[in-house]
C-alpha cells in the first residue's frame, strides 16, 4: 500500500485530472496503471504500453497482471499493449492524442541515454504534458562524484537490458512493499545499523513464514 500511495501523490502532483487520455510508456506490472486509471475515471482512459514481451516477469508476468487489471472495474479505461517499442516507426499516435504522457520508474531500463532521449522526444507530439518520475540518481556520497564526472555520459549504467533481471523487477518490489509495511523499516528510526539489520531479518522471516 505504501507504493501506491507513493504513486497516488505523483499522479496528484502531476494534475491528472478525470477525463483526461493517458499514454504510459514503460507500464511494467501495471503498478502506476492502475493509480492512473483511477485518477482518470471511467470517463478517461490509459494506454499502456511496454517493449516487454507479455510472458516476461516472475512469479507473475506482464500479461498475466494485465489480465488482472482488465478484470477489475478500472478495467474498461486500460488499454494495456506489450511488445510495443515507441521509437519503432510503424508505431505512432495522432498527433495530441493524450493529455498526458508518463514515464515512471522506467528509466533505469534503457540501455543509455540515447535512446531515453529519442523516446522522449517522439512522444513529446503525442501529448500536452510530459509526466517524469525516477529514484534519485544523483551521487550522494561526496568520494562518489568524482568517479561519476569521470565517466561521463556512461555513468554507470548497464550496456544494454538485462531481460532476466527485468524479469524479477515485479518480484523485488513486491517484496520492498511487504517489508515496508513495518514501520520501522519504513522510516528508518533505528540508530544503529546491527539494530536495523535484525529487524529486516526479523520481517522477512515472518514473511516468508506466512507464505
Given at each position: 500500500m505504501s507504493q501506491t500511495r507513493y504513486r497516488a501523490a505523483l499522479v496528484s502532483g502531476?494534475?491528472?485530472?478525470?477525463?483526461?487520455?493517458?499514454?504510459?510508456?514503460?507500464?511494467?506490472?501495471?503498478?502506476?496503471?492502475?493509480v492512473l486509471a483511477e485518477a482518470v475515471g471511467p470517463q478517461g482512459r490509459v494506454v499502456a504500453v511496454d517493449i516487454a514481451d507479455p510472458s516476461y516477469g516472475a512469479p507473475v508476468t506482464l500479461g498475466q497482471?494485465?489480465?488482472?487489471?482488465?478484470a477489475t472495474p478500472l478495467g474498461s479505461r486500460i488499454d494495456?499493449?506489450?511488445?510495443?517499442?515507441?521509437?519503432?516507426?510503424?508505431?505512432?499516435f495522432p498527433d495530441g492524442g493524450f493529455d498526458h504522457v508518463v514515464l515512471a520508474h522506467c528509466s533505469w531500463y534503457f540501455a543509455s541515454l540515447d535512446p531515453l532521449r529519442e523516446t522522449?522526444?517522439?512522444?513529446?507530439?503525442?501529448?500536452?504534458?510530459?509526466?517524469f518520475a525516477e529514484w534519485d540518481l544523483a551521487p550522494r556520497p561526496t568520494d562518489q562524484i568524482g568517479h561519476r564526472l569521470r565517466r561521463g555520459r556512461r555513468g554507470g549504467r548497464p550496456p544494454r537490458l538485462d531481460t532476466e533481471i527485468y524479469k524479477?523487477?515485479?518480484?523485488?518490489?513486491?517484496?520492498?512493499?511487504?517489508?515496508?509495511?513495518?514501520?520501522?523499516?519504513?522510516?528508518?528510526?533505528?540508530?544503529?545499523?546491527?539494530?536495523?539489520q535484525a529487524a529486516?531479518?526479523?520481517a522477512s522471516i515472518l514473511i516468508w513464514a506466512r507464505r
Open positions: 502531476w494534475n491528472i485530472p478525470a477525463g483526461a487520455s493517458v499514454l504510459e510508456v514503460g507500464c511494467g506490472q501495471g503498478d502506476m496503471t492502475a497482471s494485465a489480465k488482472h487489471l482488465k494495456s499493449r506489450f511488445g510495443l517499442d515507441v521509437l519503432d516507426e510503424t508505431v505512432t522522449l522526444a517522439r512522444v513529446r507530439r503525442w501529448a500536452r504534458n510530459l509526466c524479477q523487477r515485479n518480484t523485488v518490489e513486491r517484496c520492498i512493499d511487504h517489508l515496508k509495511q513495518w514501520r520501522g523499516l519504513a522510516i528508518r528510526c533505528d540508530k544503529l545499523a546491527f539494530a536495523y529486516l531479518h526479523l
